[in-house]
């Protein structure tokens, strides 16, 4: 299913490789967490399992293919058969849990009638049923995540890669969360899992890969998370309250402290437009571009002014971005235009 060989990644203005000389293969249906601390090459890997990134060396095989040989043009298929989880939910916060959603299926190309039985019944299965109307400002934080997860799941991928998709979230929620995962699993799909929360990797007891400064230091099949150099997070103390408990489908159950309330967020459509935040991660550092100049009385354009022109119409920049992301190339890459309404190629 997933196999490295001998894989090293170094990134431009680094001394020390991302990755060094790393080996292993996943099996079909596996559920694998990759732990360690920040740094050591977790999310490397998840990039370079996704073509987002080239190794340096090394060979690289996923769904039997070596993805050294896929051109950038078959990337967009090839991805179609992977699905990713973020640690900030990437929702797109103009549409509804059911728009989200069915986000991916329309970049696709999927038909209407399609999108309209598959939408409800992932919804049903990550305990959304009847929160399809439901815009994403109105939901929990542990909602939200559990939307971004039907909507990599929904093409229904044979590959499922999450990374610290419970990072956000309290013990509570975050349990809920690996019980939706886990029922993913058991359905035959292989997760990877980028962790830093030892108490559900200490539970589940899957394989357990653990990386060290680029190289895999352990490699166990039903382990826990074990004593890594990952730097301990720090959380609120907790409130002096009557431990809560969480558990997960394996059915043990773990005490945990309650976690400090974190102030309630404003909802999107109560922050003036003129302060509300950019949506996306490139609207947020993207700089606005200047107004152009008037146009002098003669009626003649400045020279610095150039008109803008676009070939074809596109989708939103927020949506252009998350198919990027999601690895569903728009606007003509994939062979179709896309337009402004539905996302999806131009029937």
């Given amino acids: 299913m997933i196999r490295f060989d001998h894989i090293s990644k170094q990134y431009r203005g680094t001394s020390r490789p991302a990755l060094g000389d790393v080996s292993f293969e996943a099996q079909r249906g596996e559920f694998v967490f990759l732990v360690g601390a920040?740094?050591?090459?977790?999310?490397?890997?998840?990039?370079?399992?996704?073509?987002?990134?080239?190794?340096?060396?090394?060979?690289?095989?996923?769904?039997?293919?070596?993805?050294?040989?896929?051109?950038?043009?078959?990337?967009?298929?090839?991805?179609?058969?992977?699905?990713?989880?973020?640690?900030?939910?990437?929702?797109?916060?103009?549409?509804?849990?059911?728009?989200?959603?069915?986000?991916?299926?329309?970049?696709?190309?999927?038909?209407r009638g399609y999108i309209q039985e598959a939408v409800p019944d992932v919804l049903k299965m990550v305990g959304l049923e009847g929160k399809a109307q439901r815009m994403p400002h109105e939901l929990s934080g542990g909602e939200q995540q559990r939307v971004a997860i039907a909507r990599a799941v929904v093409n229904k991928p044979q590959i499922l890669l999450a990374d610290e998709p419970t990072g956000n979230l309290d013990p509570a929620t975050s349990a809920g969360i690996m019980n939706v995962l886990e029922r993913i699993n058991a359905g035959g799909t292989t997760i990877i899992m980028a962790t830093h929360e030892a108490m559900f990797v200490d539970q589940m007891k899957k394989r357990v890969i653990e990386l060290s400064q680029g190289e895999i230091v352990r490699d166990e099949r039903h382990g826990g998370y074990g004593v890594t150099a990952a730097i301990p997070l720090v959380k609120p103390a907790p409130a002096p309250t009557e431990p809560a408990t969480v558990q997960l489908t394996t059915g043990v159950v773990v005490p945990v402290a309650a976690p400090a309330r974190q102030p309630a967020a404003t909802p999107a459509a109560e922050i003036p437009a003129a302060v509300r935040p950019a949506t996306t991660p490139a609207a947020a550092t993207a700089a606005p571009e200047p107004a152009p100049e008037a146009s002098p009385a003669d009626g003649k354009q400045p020279d610095n002014v150039r008109p803008i022109t676009r070939a074809n119409p596109v989708a939103h920049p927020a949506e252009m971005s998350l198919a990027e992301r999601l690895g569903l190339r728009a606007n003509g890459t994939d062979g179709g235009d896309y337009d402004d309404q539905n996302v999806g190629p131009v029937k």
């Fill in 38 to 111: 920040s740094g050591s090459g977790k999310s490397s890997c998840l990039r370079l399992i996704l073509k987002e990134e080239r190794p340096s060396k090394g060979k690289i095989h996923v769904l039997g293919q070596d993805l050294g040989t896929i051109s950038s043009r078959k990337v967009p298929y090839f991805r179609r058969n992977i699905g990713v989880v973020f640690q900030d939910f990437r929702l797109l916060p103009n549409k509804t849990v059911h728009q989200n959603v069915a986000f991916t299926l329309q970049v696709i190309g999927k038909s």
